[in-house]
């Protein structure tokens, strides 16, 4: 199908465009919900096969892992729009609205080139429903169906680099159509265990499956490591390892962030401003400038100080210890799992010495126990609540953990978000018996991507 066509929208409203971008999402949301998972790349791969093969229109850095996969995107795209290059972005979820998902040059892509995208995708779609339905298969999935859409806009811009996120795993993600120049694997911890298992070799396993060529690999532990290590052997890839090869090499707190020195592949870079919080986003960042480093010169030689500069500098990540509340200070964070309670935990104690208050809401498929059992020592007290997520783990069960973490007096159940961020404010204002008199306090909401994305909304983030 020829690239760079376009739909006639006339004199349309940009507000009823996205009327019409929002009532596709609710259509394609409901056909396969993202949650639910069908291990294979078969139907996409035969969806971009009619498309024309939009996804090899442009280079690609493909980013797996189980934590971090989003910032890491969203750095390295900063990165490489500081070199002067057009960019795509593809990342989940999202926090208000699914054009986020597929951004073009740093910014979410238009209501009007979405819809150019879906005029092309959709009759694909048709077709490859119904070969599959015929082969006694699911039909394409939302994440599915947002690939697709990815793949096209980007090659309709046109871009020059694309910066896709794995969904879920990657062996057999739906962005593992790809042929990517350089592979990135985040941090990798236990998660989506109902879809990749509990044990880290065979979380491994999956993540490792898009390694084609060049692969970086952040912080990981040992037990993955060693697949990682097979997996490059198996695909005659170079890996390039967090640590060994590129390394965060000092870093101190700053207002608004941090500065860093850090060590890519092919230098120093010195006193870095990134204006994100804690050791995570550190790592996070310099796994991104690794990529990068590949990509634009092979790693021969460094970055030039005006775009490594520029990039980090207005490098962001709504929902990942942002501030969105003063008076008191109210921060979210997307954290689910054990692994993310620790780097937020850990980043809270560094950048907000604070008295909070947790507002955790969870989802159905994950650790409460364990992620609450992160918190408690840093917390004051819990308020456990739920997003307007079909996934939401109801307020009462969640209780009933929080109270075996916490004990009795240290939890309140509120069923509704709005209602439940009105009570932890409450409560961050009121002084507790381990901090009499304590001069300053906060709300601290996570759990869940949707509940620091509902929190934002509340707060007149969007």
């Known amino acids: 199908m020829p690239r760079g066509r376009r739909r006639s929208i006339g004199g349309v409203s940009e507000q009823a465009l ?19 998972i069908d291990p294979t790349t078969e139907r996409v791969r035969a969806a971009v096969d009619l498309l024309g093969e939009p996804q090899r229109a442009y280079k690609v850095v493909h980013v797996a892992g189980t934590n971090g996969k989003t910032t890491t995107s969203r750095i390295a795209d900063s990165l490489i729009r500081a070199h002067g290059l057009r960019t795509g972005r593809f990342t989940s979820p999202h926090l208000t609205s699914p054009l986020e998902r597929i951004a073009i040059d740093g910014a979410p892509v238009s209501a009007a080139a979405f819809l150019d995208a879906w005029a092309q995708v959709a009759p694909v779609v048709e077709l490859v429903d119904a070969r599959s339905r015929a082969a006694g298969g699911p039909p394409l999935s939302f994440f599915e169906i947002m690939t697709l859409l990815a793949f096209t806009a980007f090659a309709d811009a046109p871009v020059d680099v694309a910066v896709v996120e794995v969904g879920l795993g990657g062996l057999w993600d739906a962005t593992n159509v790809v042929d990517s120049t350089v592979q990135v694997i985040a941090p990798i911890a236990r998660d989506h265990e109902r879809y990749l298992g509990s044990a880290l070799a065979d979380i491994a396993a999956e993540k ?36 060994e090869d590129f390394d965060v090499v000092a870093r101190e707190v700053a207002l608004g962030g941090q500065v860093a020195r850090l060590r890519g592949l092919a230098g120093e870079y010195d006193d870095v401003f990134l204006p994100l919080f804690g050791a995570h986003q550190a790592d996070n960042a310099v796994l991104a400038l690794a990529a990068v480093e590949l990509l634009m010169s092979d790693a021969d030689r460094p970055l030039p100080s005006a775009a490594y500069v520029e990039g980090l500098e207005t490098a962001d990540s709504p929902g990942r210890l942002e501030v969105v509340g003063h008076a008191p200070t109210v921060l979210v964070d997307s954290a689910h799992n054990v692994a993310g309670a620790e780097a937020l935990v850990a980043a809270v104690e560094e950048t907000f010495p604070i008295r909070l208050v947790a507002l955790v809401g969870m989802l159905d498929d994950k650790d409460p126990e364990g992620f609450l059992g992160v918190l408690e020592p840093h917390v004051t007290r819990v308020v456990v609540t739920r997003s307007t997520s079909a996934r939401a783990l109801a307020p009462t069960a969640l209780g009933d953990v929080a109270r075996e973490v916490f004990g009795e007096d240290r939890v309140d159940v509120v069923d509704r978000l709005d209602e439940a961020l009105v009570r932890a404010v409450d409560l961050a204002g009121q002084d507790s018996p381990d901090a009499p008199g304590a001069l300053a306090t906060g709300v601290l909401a996570t759990g869940s991507v949707t509940i620091a994305a509902e929190v934002r909304i509340l707060l007149g983030r969007s």
Not at 18 to 36: F, G, K, S, T, Y
């Open 18 to 36: 996205e009327r019409q971008v929002a009532a596709i999402c609710r259509n394609i949301l409901a056909r396969a919900p993202e949650d639910r």
């Open 208 to 243: 490792a499956g898009i390694i084609r060529s060049r692969a970086v690999i952040g912080r990981q532990p040992p037990e993955a490591a060693a697949v990682i290590e097979r997996a490059l052997l198996d695909a005659d890839a170079v890996g390039y390892w967090f640590g």
